[in-house]
C-alpha cells in the first residue's frame, strides 16, 4: 500500500507539471499569470486559495470567448497619427446619444477625457488669440440624449451653482478649463455609460496656440484616477467596471503614415506578437502617473549618469525628457567617437549639440552608426534591475522633411519623461493591477537584458522545473521515513526475540540447580 501511495503521488506530481500555468512572477504570495489565446493576453492576480480560476481573452472587440470557467475581453482599438510628420499619436472615439465623433490624443500621462466646447476659446497672457480648434465640430452637450448634468455624482469641491466645473496643468504649461458632464462614451462598439467628459471652455497656452494640434480634437487620460481627484476616474476605470477586464492596457506605436493605421491600444491585455522576446517589468513606484526608477543612463557603455531619478512612462509626451544637468554628460558620451581619429565618425554626430544642428539628412549607413542608448530602470518581482535599449532610429526619427531629428530634449525638471520616441522601441504595457509597466522590444536591436541581485538555481528555474524538485524532494524525504521506520520495527522486534530467548534460557538453567534464584 505504500508503494501504491508513492506510486499515485508520482503520477499526480506528473500531471500537475504537465498542466501548470508559467507565472510572470512571485511576490508577496501573489501569483501574476499570463494567459494567450490567438496572441492577445491577458495578466491574472491569483492569491493563494484551493480555488481554481481560470479566465480567458478573445482576439477581437466584439467577441467572447466563453467556458466554465468564466469569460474575459480584450477591447483593441486602432491609434493613428505619427511622431514625424504630426507630433503625436490619437484613437477615435464616440460621445454621447446621437453620438458625435472625435479623435482624441491616447495619453497615459493624465486622468480626464476633455473635447473643446461650443465657444471654446485660446487665451495667451489672459488674451484671447482664436478659437480652441480648426475642427468645424466641438462637443455640444446640449444635442446628447443620455447626458447628464448638474452636480450629481461631481467629485468632491467641483460643484458651483449646480455646475461641475474643472481646472487642470499639463507639462507643457498649458491649463485647460471648463464643465464636467457625465455621458456615453464609445470605443469602436463597445460602450461604457455616465462617464466624467470635460468639455473645455479655455484653453490657457504658454503660445498662444490650441491645446492640440489639428490633428486631434481632444485628449483621452488613462492614468491612475488618484492622480487628478478632483476630476472623477479615468476612461479605463469604467471600462474596467462594465466589461469586467483585466485592469491593465498596453500601447503599440509605429513609424508609419499619419493617415493610416499607425499602432494599436488594447484595454484589458496585450498583443503577444506585437514584440519579440519576453516582456520584462518595471515595479510602479507612485500609482499617480506612471512612475518608474530611472537608475543609470548610459551611451555605448559610457555612463552619463548614476543616479535615481523619477522616470513617467508618457505616452502624451513627444519626446524623452531629461533634466538639464545632466545635458553637457549627455552630448560628451555621444561625441565620444568624435575623438578617436583612427574612426569617421557618422554624419553630424558631432554637430548635434550645436543651434540648429538639431535635424540633419542622415544616411541609413551613418544612422546604423549612432551610438545605442541603455536606460537602466528599476525591476520587479526576481529581477533586481532591467536595461532597456534604444536603436538609433528610435532617438533619430524622420521627420516629413526627409530630415532625422534628435527627439531628447533637456528641461529644468527633476525627473525623466519617457515618450513616444522611446515607446517607437517598446510595446508597452500598463498593469495598473500589479503596479507595473512592461516592455517589449519592437525590434531585435533593442532586446533589453535583466539583472538580479541574487539568483539561485531555483530562482532561475522554470515553474515546471521546481514542482519536479519540489515532487522528487517530497519522494526522497518519504523513503527514508519508511526506510527508518522499517529498521525501527525490525530492532523492535529483533530485541523482543532477544530477550524471550535469554529468558527461557535463565529458567532452563534454573531449573538445573545452576542459579541461585536469590539472585
Known amino acids: ?7 499515485m503521488f508520482a503520477f499526480l506530481c506528473h500531471l500537475v507539471i504537465s498542466i501548470v500555468h ?16 490567438q496572441g492577445h493576453c491577458g495578466l491574472f492576480r491569483t492569491f493563494n486559495s484551493a480555488k481554481l480560476n481560470l479566465r480567458y481573452l478573445t482576439n477581437t472587440t466584439s467577441s467572447r470567448l466563453k467556458s466554465g470557467f468564466g469569460i474575459v475581453d480584450d477591447i483593441t482599438v486602432d491609434i493613428y497619427g505619427d511622431l514625424g510628420v504630426l507630433g503625436e499619436y490619437f484613437a477615435k472615439i464616440d460621445i454621447g446619444t446621437p453620438p458625435q465623433s472625435f479623435t482624441v490624443q491616447v495619453d497615459s500621462g493624465s486622468v480626464l477625457t476633455a473635447i473643446p466646447g461650443r465657444g471654446c476659446v485660446v487665451t495667451y497672457d489672459g488674451q484671447f488669440t482664436r478659437p480652441c480648434s480648426s475642427h468645424t465640430v466641438n462637443l455640444d452637450s446640449s444635442t446628447s ?15 458651483s451653482n449646480d455646475k461641475c466645473k474643472f481646472s487642470v496643468g499639463y507639462g507643457d504649461g498649458s491649463v485647460i478649463s471648463g464643465r464636467l458632464y457625465r455621458d456615453k462614451l464609445s470605443l469602436g462598439d463597445i460602450e461604457v455609460s455616465s462617464v466624467f467628459i470635460g468639455a473645455i471652455e479655455t484653453e490657457a497656452t504658454p503660445n498662444g496656440e490650441p491645446f492640440e494640434k489639428d490633428s486631434a480634437d481632444g485628449i483621452m487620460g488613462l492614468s491612475y484616477g488618484n492622480a487628478q481627484p478632483m476630476l472623477g476616474p479615468p476612461v479605463i476605470d469604467y471600462l474596467i467596471k462594465t466589461h469586467h477586464l483585466s485592469n491593465v492596457f498596453s500601447i503599440r506605436l509605429g513609424h508609419g503614415s499619419d493617415l493610416q493605421v499607425n499602432g494599436t491600444l ?3 491585455g496585450y498583443e503577444r506578437d506585437a514584440f519579440v522576446g519576453d516582456l520584462v517589468w518595471s515595479k510602479v513606484v507612485q500609482r499617480t502617473l506612471y512612475h518608474i526608477h530611472m537608475l543609470q543612463f548610459k551611451i555605448n557603455g559610457y555612463s552619463v549618469f548614476s543616479k535615481q531619478y523619477k522616470a513617467i512612462v508618457d505616452s502624451g509626451t513627444t519626446d524623452i525628457i531629461l533634466p538639464s544637468e545632466i545635458r553637457g554628460p549627455f552630448f560628451e558620451a555621444l561625441q ?19 543651434p540648429g544642428h538639431k535635424c540633419l539628412l542622415l544616411p541609413e549607413d551613418d544612422l546604423a552608426r549612432y551610438p545605442h542608448l541603455e536606460f537602466k530602470i528599476n525591476g520587479w518581482g526576481v529581477h533586481d534591475t532591467v536595461s532597456l535599449k534604444l536603436a538609433p532610429a528610435n532617438y533619430m526619427v524622420v521627420m516629413g522633411t526627409g530630415h532625422r531629428c534628435l527627439m531628447i530634449i533637456f528641461q529644468n525638471v527633476d525627473s525623466v519623461i519617457l515618450g513616444n520616441s522611446f515607446m517607437l522601441g517598446y510595446y508597452t504595457v500598463y498593469d495598473r493591477g500589479n503596479g507595473r509597466v512592461g516592455f ?19 530562482d532561475k528555474a522554470t515553474p515546471q522545473q521546481n514542482i519536479l524538485l519540489m515532487c522528487i524532494s517530497v519522494l526522497i524525504a518519504t523513503s527514508l521515513v519508511i526506510l527508518i521506520v522499517r529498521k525501527i520495527i525490525h530492532f523492535a522486534k529483533s530485541s523482543r526475540g532477544s530477550l524471550r530467548a535469554k529468558v527461557a534460557l ?11 534464584k536469590r539472585n
Open 440 to 458: 517589449g522590444a519592437m525590434q531585435k536591436a533593442n532586446l533589453p537584458t535583466t539583472h538580479r541581485a541574487s539568483a539561485g538555481w531555483f
Open 22 to 37: 508559467i507565472p510572470l512572477a512571485k511576490h508577496n504570495h501573489i501569483t501574476v499569470s499570463e494567459t494567450c489565446i
Open 336 to 354: 565620444s567617437q568624435c575623438n578617436n581619429s583612427a574612426v569617421m565618425p557618422p554624419v553630424g554626430l558631432c554637430e548635434l549639440d550645436k
Open 145 to 159: 440624449a443620455s447626458l447628464q448634468r448638474g452636480c450629481d455624482g461631481c467629485p468632491a469641491h467641483a460643484c
Open 266 to 268: 488594447t484595454f484589458g
Open 1 to 7: 500500500r505504500v508503494h501504491g501511495g508513492l506510486l
Open 506 to 516: 535463565v529458567g532452563r538453567l534454573q531449573s538445573y540447580g545452576a542459579i541461585d
